[in-house]
């Protein structure tokens, strides 16, 4: 079955610190890749998709993500963290003619100010 | 605002009441989804609707039903709520890849 793994469950940083959240998927044919963010009691907004072309992708809030399709990997990064980054985050896999989206568990980052 | 309009937004039942969470989107997206999360599952499929129409099984549909009333509308039904079934309930629709969701429903079954 495909699956979508988070292996980050919790993450603790420090403001100004540098951020990476993996994400790895299980399927070997043509996959559309995301992140989504979840603030405190908001719904999911989307941070950033690669569907092709250059594998590092630019989303809103300086976050950036690389995919790198011998790792099947897509993780997460932000250079320096603010306190406002506190949410969890999710990757999500879209597999083309599945027509449905595949999420990972959830990372939940903390950011102490 | 144009999007996904879920309600209700909160809703506490009793085991073995039954319940219907609307869902309307006036994008004119053809795919609909119903999500559940929970704490350290991520977001889980329940069902969803490539069509108008049409209604698949996602990974955790039992217990539920789901109708697609038309385009904009695609309601999940629990027949008989279970304590299991407390949770997030997210519904999303989809032009093709990409995916706008509502602001959930918080049910909680007592």
């Known amino acids: 079955a495909q699956s979508v793994s988070q292996h980050n469950h919790h993450v603790i940083l420090s403001e100004a610190a540098s951020l990476e959240l993996g994400c790895n998927y299980s399927?070997?044919?043509?996959?559309?890749l995301f992140w989504y963010v979840q603030y405190p009691g908001q719904h999911l907004q989307l941070l950033l998709k690669?569907?092709?072309?250059?594998?590092l992708v630019k989303g809103i809030k300086g976050f950036e993500a690389e995919f790198i399709k011998s790792k099947f990997s897509f993780n997460l990064r932000k250079p320096s963290v603010q306190w406002s980054d506190t949410a969890e985050y999710f990757c999500?896999?879209?597999?083309?003619?599945?027509?449905?989206?595949?999420f990972g568990q959830g990372t939940r980052l903390t950011i102490n100010p | 605002n144009a999007g996904v309009t879920q309600t209700p937004k909160f809703q506490v039942l009793k085991t073995g009441q039954s319940m219907t969470l609307q869902c309307a989107q006036d994008?004119?997206?053809?795919?609909m989804y119903w999500y559940r999360q929970d704490p350290g599952m991520g977001l889980r499929l329940i069902y969803y609707?490539?069509?108008?129409?049409?209604?698949d099984k996602g990974e955790v549909p039992n217990g539920y039903n789901v109708s697609r009333l038309n385009k904009r509308e695609f309601s999940l039904r629990l027949e008989s709520a279970a304590p299991s079934q407390t949770s997030v309930y997210f519904c999303?629709?989809?032009?093709?890849?990409?995916?706008?969701f509502g602001s959930g429903t918080r049910l909680t079954v007592v």
């Open positions: 999303a629709s989809s032009p093709d890849r990409s995916y706008t």
């Open positions: 399927y070997g044919g043509t996959v559309n």
């Open positions: 690669y569907f092709s072309g250059d594998p």
């Open positions: 999500a896999v879209h597999i083309q003619g599945a027509q449905k989206l595949v």
């Open positions: 994008m004119n997206h053809n795919s």
């Open positions: 609707s490539a069509s108008e129409g049409t209604t």
